[in-house]
């Protein structure tokens, strides 16, 4: 998503946590372990113009996880502009298919743990356990 005004800024972000993707529900669920270890993501977060679905900002490292609109020209070149804008910043861009997320979560679990291992941080502390 690009973000054309300040007001969007805000309004844009919180639309689109609050209608999350059936792949978006599932990658969320699927990094809890790593959330749980105290990396902390962020769900759809402004970044510069664009709006990014999942942001670690400790580890610098952004996930997207791309529909079928991202593999027609139009979105690939969109992809390649995003990710170099991104990159500039910093972040190491990860960009998984809705189908990998949905059958593939060994996969896409463990490729997110070896990026946020090789940016070479470590995770804020965990949280308190809540009695469990």
Not at 13 to 26: M, N, S, V, Y
Not at 73 to 83: F, K, N, Q, V, Y
Not at 106 to 115: P, S
Request: include cysteine; charged fraction near 25%.
């Amino acid at each position: 998503m690009i973000l054309e005004q300040s007001v969007a800024r805000n309004s844009l972000p919180r639309k689109l946590r609050q209608q999350p993707t059936p792949a978006e529900i599932r990658f969320w669920r699927l990094i809890h372990p790593i959330r749980q270890q105290g990396w902390h993501f962020r769900k759809q977060a402004p970044i510069g113009r664009y709006v990014v679905d999942f942001v670690c900002h400790a580890g610098k490292l952004i996930v997207e996880i791309d529909g079928d609109s991202h593999f027609m020209p139009e979105g690939i070149a969109r992809d390649a502009a995003r990710t170099a804008f991104l990159e500039g910043e910093g972040y190491r861009v990860l960009r998984f298919t809705n189908l990998e997320v949905m059958e593939e979560d060994e996969g896409v679990h463990l490729e997110v743990l070896g990026a946020l291992q090789a940016a070479g941080v470590t995770p804020s502390r965990p949280p308190p356990s809540r009695g469990r």
